[in-house]
């Protein structure tokens, strides 16, 4: 009996603790991964939202639910039927209904898991009518960006360290260290954007977590996803196929702004180069941020 009641409490636990994992507070970070934190980063884009109810409303439930069930099956099995409890051991071999049972339940699982699943691929594999577009190609190990609606603004994206990552922290106190780069990828907000996405030597893949896609980089080969960033800020991901050496030093940052600093940025980015538009975006946005403010003060 107190067998029981004391692996009833651990069930309730493991219950608890997967719920709890899927309260917004503890799936903090809005952009970048936080200390402690589970769960998924926040979204910030349509197809994260509908990943984060994917996750949060079916797959958790399910996943939570058979865990308990096999949990108090096993104990049953160690309270019923262990030596003592049970001496003279039934020699029964086979039971048609219970065998039928736990093929067809699982298959049944399987069934109610795929389609919202299959529902959720399709949403993000159907690119919609796009306000612009994107050319990503990864490289050993950096990322290139060329926007194919303007002439002349393309760019490579290198990580930023030593040196350069203290010159980016005195504009911008609150970049972190192995996710910032010195020229991210500029979007307005609300808008549509294509990503055509290949790779210039082996496969690289590109990935925003708060927006959602992960898609990978093929060498000869160009694929496509669709983001709509709807909040703005600065987001981090991370190249997330393994590409060699540097493959942990080619993170992928982006700069989500009204439309109109957006169109600020290109102006600036085609009549004085991607650099400068770049130092008075981040510098403007730093001045804006609240972590800024933190950074400064825990500097002092
Ligand atoms: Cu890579």
Redo the contacts with the bound molecule.
Sequence with gaps: MRLRMACGLLAGAALGLAIGGATPVLAAGLGQPQEWQLGFQQSASPIMDNVHVFHDRIMLPLITLIVALVLVLLVVVMVRFNAKANPVPSKTTHNTLIEVIWTVVPVLILVIIAIPSFRLLYFERTIPDADMTVKVA????Y?SYEYQDQQNISFDSLLLDGDALQTRRQIDPAAPRLLSVDNPIVLPINKTVRLIVT?ND????WTIPSFGPKID?IPGRLNEAWIKPEKEGVFYGQ??????Q??AY?PIEARVVSQERYDAWLKQAAAEGVDKANAALIQEMAAKSPQVADAQANSK
């Design positions: 990864g490289n050993q190990w990322w790779a082996v496969i690289h893949s980089a190249c997330s196929e393994l590409c060699g540097g493959h080619m």
